[in-house]
């Protein structure tokens, strides 16, 4: 199953849900949700926000669902 669907289905949303929160036409999240065209980076970011995990576990370069900790750069 898709990541994007298995992550929406989880949370009882529907596809027009989703496409509200990215600011886009139900059909256009229907194409990514599919892999009928490439998510661009800026919707991934927010999806993976909104669902709070990583964008590598959208695009299966993880199974890890809990995102990244943040790390503090020391000077």
Same mark, same amino acid.
């Given at each position: 199953?898709?990541?994007l669907k298995e992550l929406r289905e989880d949370r009882d949303l529907h596809q027009k849900d989703i496409a509200k929160v990215l600011e886009i036409d139900q059909s256009n999240y229907s194409k990514y949700e599919l892999e009928k065209i490439n998510i661009?980076?800026?919707y991934l970011n927010k999806l993976a926000d909104f669902y709070n995990t990583s964008a590598d576990y959208i695009l299966y370069r993880t199974d890890e669902r809990k995102p990244y +900790? +943040?790390?503090i750069m020391k000077k």
């Open positions: 199953m898709n990541r661009p980076l800026e +900790k +943040k790390s």
